[in-house]
């Protein structure tokens, strides 16, 4: 609820972020009301609001008692240092991080990586159950491994050894083929 800083009157929704004065209803005092859109927003279940600390001091949204540096970008909640998610240029609050990475709304949030030197390793291993597959998989070995050596491997650092015997057991396969095809010709 909004009040006349004059009289102490309830203030309209409809005075409020006019960009211009307003006059007051009941004291014609000229007013202007910028506020941000999560005082229009409920409270969720078991919250309750709090009052500041400090007159004309804006408090953060999930910390009453903090002093607010910023307003969420998605939602306009006050934030403090301690709320804050800075992210592409933009401040968000914890709910709405949370929200956007539920929803996938968030395109630069990387909440998954692909370690690909677990896949080159898987990728040499499994098809020697079935090894005519290796003819194909050999060489996807060798170009994964030596397209993704640099990538991330995983938000734990790791080593390289996955990359390293993927890479030797798809060596030894394909030298495996080029024995296999050379005696196939020179047996003919």
Not at 118 to 132: E, H, K, Q, R, Y
Request: aromatic fraction near 8%.
């Amino acid at each position: 609820m909004l009040n006349c800083t004059n009289c102490n009157a309830p203030i309209s929704k409809e005075a409020t972020n006019t960009n211009s004065l307003v006059a007051c209803a009941a004291c014609s005092s000229h007013l202007r009301v910028d506020v941000f859109p999560a005082i229009n927003r409920s409270l969720p279940a078991g919250q309750t609001g709090a009052t500041l600390q400090v007159e004309k001091e804006a408090s953060c949204f999930y910390h009453p008692q903090k002093k607010a540096i910023v307003p969420c970008a998605a939602c306009g909640r006050f934030l403090c240092a301690l709320c804050d998610v800075s992210l592409n240029g933009q401040h968000l609050c914890p709910a709405c991080l949370e929200t956007g990475k539920t929803n996938r709304r968030i395109k630069n949030l990387e909440n998954h990586r692909t370690c690909y030197d677990s896949v080159a390793l898987l990728v040499a291993t499994v098809p020697l159950l079935i090894f005519w597959l290796t003819i194909f998989t050999a060489p996807l070995v060798i170009y994964l491994t030596v397209r993704h050596w640099k990538s991330p491997s995983s938000i734990i650092p790791r080593t390289k050894i996955r990359f390293i015997l993927a890479f030797m057991i798809a060596g030894v396969q394909i030298a495996g083929w080029i024995l296999f095809f050379s005696k196939l010709v020179l047996s003919t």
